[in-house]
């Protein structure tokens, strides 16, 4: 148990669908990352929370929309996906945007269908 | 731009056997250097770090890397491995000029033979 708890663990979505992956670290700090881990594809960053400001979107795609409401928690808004978007999206935390280590969720495995 | 390459997509190993992952990496300064550890359906663990110091570096789970500056490589070694280590490992680097942004490399798997 890293103390950075991810949900739902699994998610099945259709390209018109809505839906929302959350990301909650109990562990006091004060920066939260979005990765996505693809099949054969190195770790991407998406984008990076810094005591709740969004400091990196990574290119993102605005069919992907973050939000941090508060140091804790992390959301990623989905809606409209491609079924290239289907992943594994990680969420991370660490003390601060700058500091040394972070700390990954389990993931949520997303397959759009 | 730093960048991270692991040469070895797969490795077999046979139970007690010593193991050892490449690592090297791209960067003009003395980067962050980590290695994180996924097992099925996981998200990663930190198995250890190198910021400055001892080029010799212990982890956890009986792992070690050592950072070889000459070489631009920070391996991770193994003595004896068991069955529980056939996983997914990444080599990461932060790069201390930017935000200490972690930059992945594409992981080798790990499988473990009785």
């Known amino acids: 148990e890293t103390g950075v708890t991810q949900t739902p663990r699994h998610l099945v979505m259709g390209m018109t669908n809505k839906k929302s992956l959350k990301c909650e670290q109990h562990?006091?700090?004060?920066?939260m990352y979005w990765y996505k881990q693809s099949a054969k594809k190195p770790l991407e960053l998406m984008f990076v929370?810094?005591?709740?400001?969004?400091?990196e979107n990574n290119s993102v795609p605005s069919r992907f929309s973050p939000e941090c409401p508060n140091s804790s928690h992390l959301f990623l808004h989905l809606h409209t996906l491609q079924p290239e978007d289907s992943a594994l999206y990680l969420c991370?935390?660490?003390?601060?945007?700058?500091?040394?280590?972070?700390?990954f969720g389990a993931g949520t495995r997303l397959s759009v269908l | 731009a730093q960048s991270v390459t692991q040469p070895d997509i797969h490795i077999t190993v046979s139970e007690g056997a010593s193991l050892e992952l490449r690592c090297n990496y791209s960067?003009?300064?003395?980067?962050?250097l980590f290695w994180y550890v996924q097992s099925p359906g996981q998200g990663l663990q930190l198995l250890l770090k190198?910021?400055?110091?001892?080029?010799l570096v212990q982890g956890i789970k009986g792992f070690e890397a050592e950072f070889k500056r000459s070489q631009s490589s920070f391996n991770l070694r193994k003595p004896s491995v068991h069955w529980s280590d056939a996983a997914e490992y990444f080599c990461?680097?932060?790069?201390?000029?930017?935000?200490?942004?972690?930059?992945f490399g594409g992981g080798t798997r790990v499988l473990v033979k009785p």
């Open positions: 991370a935390s660490s003390q601060e945007k700058n500091a040394d280590i972070q700390y």
């Open positions: 562990l006091g700090h004060n920066a």
């Open positions: 929370y810094n005591f709740k400001e969004q400091t």
């Open positions: 960067y003009g300064a003395t980067p962050y």
């Open positions: 190198y910021f400055s110091g001892d080029t």
């Open positions: 990461a680097v932060g790069a201390r000029a930017a935000g200490n942004k972690l930059t």
